[in-house]
């Protein structure tokens, strides 16, 4: 039997869940870990950077220390800022989706890491920035890119109740954010984590296609 998310308010992830930045983010990558002299001709060995806080993950995954990987991500955002943001595409169904919420009378929200100022950018660029009350990120000096941090900030400042509260992401850092705040979580697995990420983090719900959501949420 399907569930039916009767929620009253809905965070959804960005990247991986709303869109697909593959392109923008790995060529942003690989031109911050250029400048710093090391050449990654592998896109695809650069998607684990999608979802998770940029500057941890250049230090997790090259070894820099903690200036190293400001520097690196330094460089990220000067080809980001110009160009990646835009490599980026909506995921087919999207779109409905959120008409489809907007219609049910919830009240839609984006929790990203990605700062705020860019994850604004894409909502206007790709119009969708329209289906959301408030989009909240990091700052550009890190504060809040933790999605425990971060969803606990966005609580307190729209007074939301955890209980109808309903956090949607696809890497194990928004789940890992709603059950430290008490929130139920859904876990897409269409976006870039993998299955065993998500089914470790044990989230509330786990959809396999955007299809599947959207049924979910008709009942």
């Known amino acids: 039997m399907r569930p039916r998310l009767d929620y009253r308010n809905i965070l959804f992830d960005l990247d991986g869940t709303l869109t697909d930045p593959r ?5 942003s990558v690989q031109h911050a870990l250029a400048r710093l002299g090391i050449h990654e ?17 250049f230090m997790h995954s090259y070894g820099f220390d903690q200036a190293t990987a400001w520097q690196a991500v330094q460089h990220y955002r000067e080809r980001f800022a110009e160009v990646g943001l ?8 999207v779109p409905a989706l959120l008409q489809l919420l907007g219609e049910q009378g919830r009240t839609l929200y984006i929790a990203t890491s ?8 894409i909502a206007r660029h790709f119009g969708f920035a329209q289906h959301f009350k408030v989009i909240y990120g990091s700052e550009l000096d890190g504060t809040r890119t933790d999605k425990v941090e971060l969803i606990a900030h966005l609580l307190e400042k729209e007074q939301l109740v955890p209980e109808t509260t309903l956090m949607i992401g696809d890497r194990k850092h928004d789940l890992i954010g709603a059950r430290r705040n008490g929130l139920d979580a859904a876990a897409v697995a269409y976006g870039f984590g993998s299955a065993a990420e998500l089914q470790a983090e044990a ?8 299809a599947e ?3 979910a949420f008709v009942g």
């Open 114 to 121: 990605k700062p705020s100022v860019f994850a604004e950018q």
């Open 23 to 27: 392109e923008g983010i790995t060529r």
């Open 41 to 57: 001709p592998d896109l695809q060995a650069l998607e684990h950077f999608i979802g998770p806080p940029l500057l941890q993950c």
């Open 213 to 215: 959501l959207h049924q």
């Open 203 to 210: 989230p509330t719900y786990h959809f396999h296609s955007l």
């Open 86 to 93: 835009y490599e980026n595409r909506l995921f087919d169904g």
